[in-house]
Nanobody, 125 residues
């Protein structure tokens, strides 16, 4: 049974940084696409960043240059380093995984099979 558990959310001021973690267990597929998504109140869930088996990464334009997605295979953990945070980055952040298809931040969130419970990020001005 695949489980994804996020942590690391919190409240920061504009310009601050946070690092989100996603602990992955039960995932035995050799190929994968891991992603971070976010959903702000009243808005559609959107892709933020993705990373595949080959460490190829993609980012949404809104976070490019500020966020970095990475993984530690030894710890089975996915990370999202968020720098220069803005109030518009405020949202619930989710990690997700899929075993097939393209691995890009623009991929529709409904096509990812596995999800964590989310962690809240609040950026104040």
């Amino acid at each position: 049974q695949v489980q994804l558990v996020e942590s690391g959310g919190g409240s920061v001021q504009t310009g601050g940084s946070l690092r989100l973690s996603c602990a992955v267990s039960g995932y035995t597929y050799r190929r994968y696409c891991m992603g971070w998504f976010r959903q702000a109140p009243g808005k559609e869930r959107e892709g933020v960043a993705t990373l595949n088996t080959n460490d190829y990464t993609t980012y949404a334009n809104s976070v490019k240059g500020r966020y970095v997605i990475s993984q530690d295979n030894a710890k089975n953990t996915l990370y999202l380093q968020m720098n220069s945070l803005k109030p518009e980055d405020t949202a619930w952040y989710y990690c997700a995984a899929t075993v097939s298809g393209s691995c890009t931040a623009g991929r529709q969130w409904t096509t990812f099979e596995y999800w964590g419970q989310g962690t809240q990020v609040t950026v104040s001005s």
